[in-house]
């Protein structure tokens, strides 16, 4: 048995999307060992589903993401994160889409994660929560698609960690995905993407806060490691020319410097409150968990370290498209994905495209990307 709400949630251009969360019984078999039941999943979807079932998107979060792709975020009261590109008259359209986008397993948006009570012992798991892979994330979201009743994927879709469940999904489940689309990701975590990750996590739990991830019962929150943790992060989601470009040396409300340690620089300034607003919104357990995930991701290290290998049955189309300045993942990291997929066979188209912001060009205007998203998603109807 699986039980469910639906709460109309005011989404993009004033459109309604069904904000719902479902508690499914499991147990969900985790690359740990491990097995976790009950498992919870919130998400939000938009428009419906046809009578063939074959316009269903997926569209897969970031890192620090959510479900809210197309509709109002319920604490900071911002837009989706993604109305840029789903919408009507949009390349993911309602009109034309049936559009699931479900909060990753391990956050805290509403999803089972750290912060969730665990039947055992009726108290928030904190750090007994099991780690998890994006794969885990993946079979999560099969779950949810089997309590929906979508058996197949018109298609996948996900930028940066989203972009590794894109990839996930047409490799765990070929029958069910007609294509995939991975925007601004890789196929494996780097040494210096998980050297970054660690500054993050070490920062979260120096903070005496933490005290071991028990903090849940008196709401005394590690906010002060986890904004410098994302204060690191978002260095690596911009670029120099965008950080140049948009702050370079300007000082912060001052005509000299104060030899002193405030926020003399614009730039400081701005990373300071990036690290303060993601504290409204975002759990520290959460962000241990997800960045160890990210952290664990290689696609191929399950198919003998070969990339083709592990394209070896897939039967999505895909389409791979990059930024050239980002370095989080840069363009290197998608022509692998693309070479890996020629030589398993499959049919990939390629992209990079040009944007000064770094690696979240995907998450701001990119009108050149939805170009792309659209004629792919058409030319797979």
Avoid at 31 to 47: K, N, Q, R
Avoid at 195 to 200: I, K, L, Q, Y
Avoid at 310 to 331: E, G, H, K, M, N
Wanted: glycine fraction near 10%; charged fraction near 20%.
């Amino acid at each position: 048995m699986s039980a469910h709400r639906d709460i109309a949630a005011p989404s993009v251009d004033g459109r309604f999307g069904l904000r719902r969360s479902v508690r499914l019984p499991g147990p969900l078999r985790l690359d740990s060992g491990a097995s976790l039941a009950p498992v919870d999943i919130a998400y939000e979807t938009y428009g419906t589903l046809n009578a063939d079932g074959s316009n269903a998107i997926l569209i897969c979060h970031a890192l620090t993401g959510d479900q809210f792709v197309a509709s109002d975020h319920p604490v900071t009261g911002k837009p989706g994160w993604w109305v840029r590109a789903v919408g009507p008259g949009k390349p993911i359209d309602p009109e034309r889409h049936f559009i699931i986008c479900a909060n990753v397993l391990g956050s805290c948006l509403g999803s089972s994660g750290p912060a969730s009570i665990d039947p055992a012992t009726d108290q928030p798991y904190a750090m007994r929560f099991p780690v998890i892979t994006i794969a885990d994330m993946v079979r999560a979201q099969a779950m949810l698609l089997d309590h929906l009743g979508v058996a197949r994927l018109m298609a996948v879709v996900g930028g940066s960690m989203g972009g590794m469940q894109a990839l996930v999904w047409p490799t765990l489940y070929p029958e069910r995905v007609r294509s995939a689309i991975v925007i601004a990701s890789t196929a494996r975590h780097s040494a210096q993407n998980i050297a970054f990750h660690e500054v993050g996590r070490q920062a979260i739990m120096a903070d005496p806060r933490w005290r071991g991830g028990d903090y849940y019962a008196d709401g005394d929150v590690p906010s002060s490691g986890l904004a410098v943790a994302r204060m690191a992060a978002h260095i690596t989601y911009l670029s120099e020319a965008g950080l140049t470009e948009k702050f370079g040396r300007r000082l912060q409300g001052r005509d000299a410097k104060t030899f002193g340690f405030d926020a003399d620089f614009q730039v400081e300034s701005y990373l300071r409150h990036q690290g303060i607003s993601f504290v409204e919104r975002f759990d520290a357990n959460s962000y241990l968990y997800i960045t160890r995930a990210t952290d664990y991701f290689d696609l191929a290290e399950d198919h003998g370290g070969s990339l083709a290998r592990a394209f070896a049955q897939t039967r999505a189309r895909f389409c791979i498209i990059s930024f050239d300045t980002d370095w989080l993942y840069p363009t290197a990291e998608s022509r692998n994905i693309v070479h890996a997929l020629h030589a398993a066979g499959r049919e990939a188209t390629f992209v990079e495209l040009s944007s000064p912001f770094g690696h979240d060009s995907f998450l701001l205007d990119a009108p050149e990307m939805n170009r792309v998203l659209d004629g792919f998603l058409r030319a797979g109807a």
